[in-house]
């Protein structure tokens, strides 16, 4: 059909229907500003219809979206992923966002949501989730929510707050930082406690008999040598300050968790905690063969006990390297140099 044919008044209603879908961006804006000042926190509660306010805004928008997804019946049933407190830590980034921004200019480039699973499931499935926690950027110009948003590093969003800042500043070049901590009075407390004991400690080491004392026990100080080892080797510090969880929850299986997470984006607690007990069996087996095999007089029994350590060291850096492989997508393979 030509488009001299058209009706007119067919070309009119196209029109203004095009334009009624097109929510104009300084309304969204307006409300979200308004929806943000009634917020404790400055975090804005997303439902299924605001989602698709926000979406119908033309791009590219004029703002970002930064929204944290949560699920209620996780926090009483999976209390180890720890939700609540990434929860507190995702509102000390948007109060800390709108301290260093108070200027309405650049405050409205971005806003920070959070959606509930149960009364927004629709939504949650339009982002394709798999499993929690999951925090992600809609950017201005993002069009399919399954494929446009920036995913925030889970190695981010499981350390605290300033992490979490130093990747959304990386991704939509605007000021987080500095994180605007409240001292809690926990904290001051232990800020007490340690100073006294800092003081006191002069006067309380001079009535300690070492002689007598647990800590010249030498099974004590192997056994913790050997605490330290396991827990250097299986990334202890690393999960410490980063605030890294043992297993996430898998979206698919309500009752299932994810012990081993596929890809270097992150690294959970029971991977690191699986490769340090398998370093610590083969740490174990030759502290063994240099301290007890060593002292046993008969050959063909140093023969066996040699013949399990080896057996059992390349069986644990086997394991060791599968994971590897099978984590990271690389293969590690022997090297012979061409004779």
């Given at each position: 059909m030509a488009i001299s044919s058209i009706s007119p008044f067919l070309l009119l209603h196209a029109t203004l229907t095009l334009t009624l879908c097109l929510i104009p961006a300084n309304a969204v804006v307006s409300d979200l500003t308004h929806l943000r000042s009634e917020s404790s926190t400055g975090v804005i509660h997303l439902t299924?219809?605001?989602?698709?306010?926000?979406?119908?805004?033309?791009?590219?928008?004029?703002?970002?979206?930064?929204?944290?997804?949560?699920?209620?019946?996780?926090?009483?049933?999976?209390?180890?992923?720890?939700?609540?407190?990434?929860?507190?830590?995702?509102?000390?980034?948007?109060?800390?966002?709108?301290a260093n921004n108070p200027d309405p200019n650049t405050n409205t480039n971005l806003f920070f949501f959070d959606i509930e699973f149960e009364e927004s499931e629709l939504s949650f499935r339009k982002f394709g989730l798999d499993s929690l926690p999951h925090i992600c950027i809609v950017p201005p110009s993002a069009m399919d929510l399954g494929k446009d948003p920036i995913e925030m590093d889970p190695s981010a969003f499981s350390r605290q707050a300033e992490s979490m800042a130093e990747f959304v500043e990386s991704k939509t070049k605007l000021q987080i930082r500095p994180i605007h901590r409240p001292l809690t009075s926990?904290?001051?407390?232990?800020?007490?406690?340690?100073?006294?004991?800092?003081?006191?400690?002069?006067?309380?080491?001079?009535?300690?008999?070492?002689?007598?004392?647990?800590?010249?026990?030498?099974?004590?100080?192997?056994?913790?040598?050997?605490l330290v080892y396991f827990l250097s080797v299986g990334g202890m510090m690393h999960n410490i300050i980063r605030q890294v969880p043992m297993f996430l929850g898998d979206m698919q299986d309500p009752d299932g968790l994810?012990?081993?997470?596929?890809?270097?984006?992150?690294?959970?607690?029971?991977?690191?905690?699986?490769?340090?007990?398998?370093?610590?069996?083969?740490?174990?087996?030759?502290?063994?063969?240099?301290?007890?095999?060593?002292?046993?007089?008969?050959?063909?029994?140093?023969?066996?006990a040699m013949a399990f350590v080896l057996f059992a060291s390349v069986w644990a850096v086997k394991k060791v390297v599968v994971l590897d492989n099978w984590k990271t997508g690389y293969s590690i393979h022997s090297y012979f140099p061409h004779l």
């Amino acid at each position: 059909m030509a488009i001299s044919s058209i009706s007119p008044f067919l070309l009119l209603h196209a029109t203004l229907t095009l334009t009624l879908c097109l929510i104009p961006a300084n309304a969204v804006v307006s409300d979200l500003t308004h929806l943000r000042s009634e917020s404790s926190t400055g975090v804005i509660h997303l439902t299924d219809q605001l989602l698709k306010r926000i979406i119908s805004v033309p791009t590219p928008r004029p703002f970002s979206l930064l929204i944290f997804f949560d699920f209620h019946r996780l926090h009483s049933s999976k209390p180890e992923i720890n939700l609540p407190a990434l929860r507190n830590e995702f509102s000390l980034l948007a109060s800390s966002f709108l301290a260093n921004n108070p200027d309405p200019n650049t405050n409205t480039n971005l806003f920070f949501f959070d959606i509930e699973f149960e009364e927004s499931e629709l939504s949650f499935r339009k982002f394709g989730l798999d499993s929690l926690p999951h925090i992600c950027i809609v950017p201005p110009s993002a069009m399919d929510l399954g494929k446009d948003p920036i995913e925030m590093d889970p190695s981010a969003f499981s350390r605290q707050a300033e992490s979490m800042a130093e990747f959304v500043e990386s991704k939509t070049k605007l000021q987080i930082r500095p994180i605007h901590r409240p001292l809690t009075s926990s904290r001051k407390r232990l800020i007490f406690v340690a100073v006294v004991v800092v003081i006191c400690s002069p006067m309380l080491l001079p009535k300690i008999d070492f002689k007598k004392s647990i800590l010249v026990d030498k099974n004590l100080w192997m056994g913790g040598a050997i605490l330290v080892y396991f827990l250097s080797v299986g990334g202890m510090m690393h999960n410490i300050i980063r605030q890294v969880p043992m297993f996430l929850g898998d979206m698919q299986d309500p009752d299932g968790l994810v012990f081993f997470y596929k890809g270097t984006q992150t690294q959970l607690g029971t991977e690191g905690y699986a490769v340090g007990f398998l370093y610590t069996i083969v740490g174990l087996l030759l502290a063994f063969l240099s301290h007890a095999v060593v002292l046993e007089k008969s050959r063909s029994v140093q023969r066996s006990a040699m013949a399990f350590v080896l057996f059992a060291s390349v069986w644990a850096v086997k394991k060791v390297v599968v994971l590897d492989n099978w984590k990271t997508g690389y293969s590690i393979h022997s090297y012979f140099p061409h004779l």
